[in-house]
């Protein structure tokens, strides 16, 4: 995925999700996006490797820094944070994958405590990251 990080900036695909998130989504405004950014980083990481999210994810968090004129480091945090964050799926953190069968769960049973986790980790996070990392 590493690779994949590096092409996504090399061949201005990153550089193209940040201006489609922007346009979209975003509307300019800093803590939205840093919020989408951490989202979606969330998201990621419940299916994909965290360091892999992380690193498909960075290019398009400093990108869209750049095109904001913030600071890039809450928005690189809110990657590491996101990263970090994977509580929906038994795939998304081998952890998950570990206590799956041995605790009796289901697929469907990360749902309920991940989500309001999940939640309670953005509504706490944003707020913090314009505090700790101004933009």
Known sequence: MVTVAGAMTTTGTADMLTALMLKTVGSGEPVIVLALILVVTMTLSDFINNAATAAVMCP????????????????????????????????????????????????????????????????????LLQVVWPL
Not at 66 to 81: H, K, R
């Open 60 to 127: 398009i968090a400093l990108g869209t820094a750049a095109q904001l004129g913030v600071n890039p480091d809450s928005f690189l945090m809110a990657v590491a944070i996101g990263a970090s964050c994977a509580f929906l799926t038994p795939i998304g953190h081998q952890n998950n994958t570990l206590i799956l069968g041995p605790g009796g769960f289901r697929f469907g049973d990360y749902w309920r405590l991940g989500l309001p986790l999940e939640i309670l980790i953005v509504v706490v996070s944003v707020p």
